[in-house]
């Protein structure tokens, strides 16, 4: 069964740093795209920026709006990708999704979400 | 910048109702878009991707079409479980724009 269980989600003051974490189980990265996308109240679902499969080069794109804030890395050994997010402003304020785009699905610009985590509250507040 | 326009974006139907929802894209991308469905609380799930292929396990009274700019999801007879927002999100540009999303509530 393909699962994705988010953690690290908390109170943090604008201008901190906080990492959030995506295990995985049932399924390798090798052939998957890895992503984050966020759900911000009144602004509906934004994707945030994802992590390429190895057998696909494993290299990684960002939205405009957290690009050189926000980095994704992975962790092979765990099965966890991370989401490092710096200078957090408010509008980070939401709830954070781990999705998997089957990659020979996507096209060569991105995908769709076939499996999603519960997902994972970030408050940035001071 | 892509948008994704949905409409309505509040939908009143009954148990038994077809219902279709509508969604627009701002630059043509052929048939590169999914829906999805979020019930309060959970995680979107997807239903139908490249525009009208089923999800597995998605039941058949869920259907996609459209291309180009235009795409519409229809509902053939709601269901108690239905009701819930959808949305649409392209996947021909990189920013894989969701759109603002429609809720089907019981009327």
């Known amino acids: 069964e393909v699962q994705l269980v988010e953690s690290g989600g908390t109170l943090v003051q604008p201008g901190r740093s906080l990492r959030l974490s995506c295990t995985v189980s049932?399924?390798?990265?090798?052939?998957?795209?890895m992503s984050w996308v966020r759900q911000v109240p009144g602004k509906g679902l934004e994707w945030v920026g994802f992590v390429r499969g190895n057998n696909y080069g494993g290299t990684t794109e960002y939205a405009a709006s957290v690009k050189d804030r926000f980095t994704i890395s992975r962790d092979d050994s765990k099965s966890i990708v991370y989401l490092h997010m710096n200078s957090l402003q408010t509008e980070d304020t939401g709830i954070y999704y781990c999705?998997?785009?089957?990659?020979?699905?996507?096209?060569?610009?991105?995908?769709?979400?076939?499996?999603w985590g519960q997902g994972a509250q970030v408050t940035v507040s001071s | 910048d892509m948008q994704m326009t949905q409409s309505p974006s509040t939908l009143s139907a009954s148990v038994g109702d077809r219902i279709t929802i509508t969604c627009r894209a701002s630059q043509h991308i052929s048939t590169w878009l999914a829906w999805y469905q979020q019930k309060p609380g959970k995680a979107p799930k997807v239903l139908i991707y490249k525009a009208s292929s089923l999800e597995s396990g998605v039941p058949s009274r869920f259907s996609g079409s459209g291309s180009g700019t235009e795409f519409t999801l229809t509902i053939s007879s709601l269901q108690p479980d239905d009701f819930a927002t959808y949305y649409c999100q392209q996947y021909s540009s990189r920013s894989g724009t969701f759109g603002q999303g429609t809720k089907v509530e019981s009327k």
């Open positions: 049932g399924f390798t990265f090798d052939d998957y795209l």
């Open positions: 999705t998997r785009g089957v990659q020979r699905s996507c096209t060569s610009a991105t995908c769709y979400w076939d499996s």
